[in-house]
């Protein structure tokens, strides 16, 4: 026979039969209430959340009974020693400490109704696997299980219990807690689950904790000032390209403030990885600072391309108005036959040369006719000047547009010819992008814009809706 004080000092007797670690009955309910009072912190380096909770624990003990006239006793918290208590096991716990200022803030009582309930003020440390891949717009999700370590669920089944709610300084109950970055929902989940292990199934109640970002901060630090970089990379579009100066500290400028951003938001993602396998993929908000520095890359290199466009044209300047010249000579004077293998070994004359008659040019006229002679021998290709070293040209007429400022195809060989169109086709395109009139710039200051908006329509489709999949039910 054993004897405890209870607190107003009355002896309180257990009975004599009373064994500690024999469970009150077959297939025993305990109760479990989590009242939340503060959300300490959330560690997303090392995937933990500290908790400030007061944890009741109760279930019905047959054996012991509260003296007569009473409702209930309070017993001295040595006492559960004494007594069987559940072997409670939280399953993603990392560390747990009992709140005290004077005494320990725990208590155990004993009802009228023959229910023992545990009661404990405690800072509590939970594990939660966290998943950053959808950042800033992940939400995360934790569970934590309330279980017996030993006894499997034919002896001991855990259950929910409303406890009083936890009141806010305003009288409204705390239903979530906002932190600077995180909004933590509680959720008591009352269907059963089971914990498999050791010998056997083993009853859990859950307790879900939700974690949704406040996506403002990020959309005002990252996403608005990348999205007003990409916007003002345009501007260099409307900027005249001979003022390469101003061009170039625009785009440079929104280029390298990119790069920082996207550095900063790497360092937390290396941070992350330590404990995430997924952070080594790309996160959301990575691919949206990649996106827009390749936005802004990809209009650095417009102006590259009408630079280029530019002093190639200018460097053709000169030779179109020497074209140009010739064939109008050509087009004032008759068709002039030239044989290829005569005029090579032959001066030109004005008698007839191997029965071709070559009219006889003054000293300008030669002159222009050797320029002209000379920019369609440099326009020939390779295998058509090797045929007419062999002799195996004939003759041909040679005939120059007055508007074209590029040679004409020769008719002839095809492969010879699809090359010459070849890089007649290139010249357009580089004159078309070194024009004068901004034609280019015109065509990137369309497309821009629509494709960058195409691709945040996309964006944030994709993402809010892998964020919304990802939710719980």
Not at 277 to 295: G, H, N, R, Y
Request: aromatic share 12%; with cysteine.
């Amino acid at each position: 026979m054993c004897k405890i004080l209870y607190i107003d000092q009355h002896a309180y007797q257990l009975p004599t039969n009373y064994s500690r670690n024999i469970p009150p009955g077959k297939n025993t309910t305990v109760y479990i209430g989590v009242n939340v009072n503060r959300v300490s912190g959330v560690d997303e380096n090392r995937e933990e959340i500290t908790l400030d909770v007061f944890l009741q624990v109760s279930w019905e003990e047959m054996r012991l009974k509260v003296p007569p006239g009473r409702s209930y006793i309070d017993l001295p918290w040595e006492f559960r020693q004494l007594i069987w208590t559940p072997d409670l096991y939280i399953w993603q716990l990392q560390t747990m400490r009992i709140l005290s200022v004077l005494q320990e803030m725990a208590s155990l009582r004993l009802y009228a109704n023959r229910t023992v309930s545990v009661s404990i003020g405690a800072t509590i440390t939970i594990k939660c696997e966290m998943d950053f891949v959808l950042y800033p717009l992940d939400v995360q999700n934790c569970a934590i299980d309330f279980s017996s370590y030993k006894y499997t669920r034919e002896d001991v089944r855990f259950e929910w219990r409303e406890v009083a709610p936890w009141f806010g300084l305003a009288g409204e109950q705390r239903r979530e807690f906002r932190l600077p970055k995180y909004v933590v929902t509680f959720v008591t989940d009352k269907s059963k689950h089971i914990r498999n292990f050791g010998e056997g199934e083993h009853s859990a109640a859950r307790l879900q904790i939700k974690l949704s970002r406040e996506l403002r901060g990020y959309l005002l630090e990252s996403y608005l000032p990348s999205s007003l970089f990409v916007i003002i990379s345009w501007g260099s579009f409307c900027v005249i390209p001979e003022i390469v100066p101003g061009r170039m500290v625009l785009l440079v400028t929104t280029l390298l403030s990119l790069v920082t951003m996207f550095d900063t938001v790497s360092i937390i993602g290396v941070i992350f990885s330590t404990n995430s396998p997924d952070a080594l993929e790309l996160k959301c908000i990575e691919v949206w600072l990649i996106s827009c520095t390749i936005f802004v890359f990809l209009a650095l290199l417009e102006y590259f391309v009408v630079l280029f466009g530019i002093r190639y044209d200018k460097s053709w300047s000169r030779r179109r108005q020497d074209l140009r010249r010739a064939a109008s000579a050509a087009q004032l004077a008759p068709p002039i036959h030239i044989n290829h293998s005569q005029r090579l070994s032959t001066p030109v004359s004005g008698t007839p040369q191997g029965g071709v008659f070559s009219p006889q040019l003054s000293v300008e006229d030669e002159g222009l006719k050797q320029q002209f002679s000379h920019q369609t021998i440099q326009r020939l290709s390779s295998k058509e000047r090797r045929l007419r070293r062999d002799n195996k040209v004939g003759c041909e007429t040679r005939t120059v547009s007055k508007d074209s400022p590029i040679l004409d195809t020769m008719p002839g060989d095809s492969s010879g010819s699809f090359l010459v169109r070849f890089a007649a086709m290139a010249d357009r395109g580089v004159m078309f992008c070194g024009a004068q009139h901004g034609a280019l710039d015109k065509f990137a200051l369309m497309v821009f814009p629509i494709c960058f908006t195409l691709f945040t329509i996309i964006y944030w489709t994709t993402y809010l809706s892998e964020a919304h999949r990802a939710m719980p039910d």
